[in-house]
Structure formats: C-alpha cells, structure tokens
Nanobody
Framework: QVQLVESGGGLVQAGGSLRLSCAASRGTFSSLAMGWVRQAPGKEREFVASINWSGSVTDYADSVKGRFTISRVGAKNTVYLQADSVKPEDTAVYYC???????????????WGQGTQVTVSS
C-alpha cells in the first residue's frame, strides 16, 4: 500500500511563492508516476501537474503552466511542487497523487494523500 504525506501548505500573498512536498512510502516510489491535484471550495478536483517515474516527462494544467514546477528526488522518495507567482484562484486543498500509469494522474490516480491547504490572499 502506497502512503503519501504532504507538507508545505499555508497562507501566501498573491505574487508570492511556496513549495509543497509529498513523501511516499519506501519501496514503491521509483516505479510510480506522481502528481498534484487540487480542490477549491465548492469545485471539483482539478489536475495540477504530474511527473513520470524517472522524472523525464512532466505535464501541467494550462492554469498553472509557466508558474508551477513539479520535480522528484528518488533518494528522498519525495515529489515537490514549486508554485511561483501564485494567484488567489490557486487557493485550494492540494493532494499528492500516485499511480503506476502516468496518464492516470490526470484521470483518476489510485493513491492519494490527505491534502494540504494552500490559501492565497489578494
């Protein structure tokens, strides 16, 4: 069973930056695609970004492209989301997600973290 634990959320001003981290359970990280999905109040969950098992391929939602960067460090079993130039509409609970199939991060990953709140003030 894959376990995902997020950290790094909080309150940030518009135009600022923050970095989210997601630590995965040992023994499984290197074979999984990882990503981030967010859910704003009253809205459905929305794909944010994904990265394949080797880190060689990434995918971003149009709404964050050019502002957010996803990366992973295998030695630390950790995936990061660097969010720059944040906007109030980025306010949401951010969930770490994982799946054996890269494309499923967008469509419905098998594994989820508990989520971390990000609030962007204007």
């Amino acid at each position: 069973q894959v376990q995902l634990v997020e950290s790094g959320g909080g309150l940030v001003q518009a135009g600022g930056s923050l970095r989210l981290s997601c630590a995965a359970s040992r023994g499984t990280f290197s074979s999984l695609a990882m990503g981030w999905v967010r859910q704003a109040p009253g809205k459905e969950r929305e794909f944010v970004a994904s990265i394949n098992w080797s880190g060689s391929v990434t995918d971003y939602a149009d709404s964050v492209k050019g502002r957010f960067t996803i990366s992973r460090v295998g030695a630390k079993n950790t995936v990061y989301l660097q969010a720059d130039s944040v906007k109030p509409e980025d306010t949401a609970v951010y969930y770490c997600a994982a799946d054996k199939a890269f494309f499923k991060i967008r469509t419905g990953p098998d594994y989820w973290g508990q989520g971390t709140q990000v609030t962007v003030s204007s």
